[in-house]
């Protein structure tokens, strides 16, 4: 299997748990989710686009679909030609959203050769260092 699903470390949801806990005993749902909540950047934009484009690659080549970031990508488990097809849809995938993305395909590749495993979320902020708007 070329993912696994490993359930996050432990942690509080909000920075803030007494606003939280006072927003959801009055019934308040917006003051719950603004409880957990932070504003976006444009690197929480960029970060959702190749996020996006890695689930739907990942299904298109008939894997199971990556749920969460803290999948684990183990990379010698995947064949050399799902390999290309991964690092070109995922590539193509950004680049049509307006973003400037590296050939992916390669690097993969490399990942493969050398017998790697990557976290997803590792994977999103290493191409996120990589694509420009």
Same mark, same amino acid.
């Given at each position: ?10 942690? &509080?949801?909000?920075? !803030?748990?007494?606003?939280? /806990? /006072?927003?959801?005993?009055?019934? #308040? ?13 444009? #690197? #929480?934009?960029?970060?959702? $686009? ?6 739907? !690659? =990942? $299904?298109? /080549?008939? =894997? ?23 690092? !070109?849809?995922?590539? !193509?995938?950004?680049?049509?959203? @307006? ?8 690097? =993969?590749? &490399?990942?493969?050769?050398? @017998? ?14 990589? $694509? &420009?708007?």
């Amino acid at each position: 299997m070329a993912t696994d699903e490993s359930d996050p470390a432990g942690g &509080t949801p909000s920075d !803030n748990p007494s606003q939280l /806990q /006072q927003a959801a005993d009055a019934g #308040d749902a917006a003051g719950a989710l603004l409880a957990v909540s932070t504003s976006a950047t444009a #690197d #929480d934009a960029k970060k959702a $686009v190749i996020f996006n484009c890695i689930v739907a !690659n =990942f $299904v298109q /080549q008939g =894997f199971p679909s990556i749920s969460n970031q803290t999948s684990r990508i183990v990379w010698s488990t995947i064949g050399d030609t799902v390999i290309q097809f991964l690092g !070109n849809g995922i590539t !193509n995938c950004i680049s049509e959203k @307006n973003y400037q993305c590296p050939a992916l395909a390669p690097v =993969f590749a &490399t990942l493969k050769e050398m @017998n790697q495993v990557t976290v997803v979320s590792d994977l999103v902020t290493g191409i996120a260092t990589l $694509v &420009t708007p």
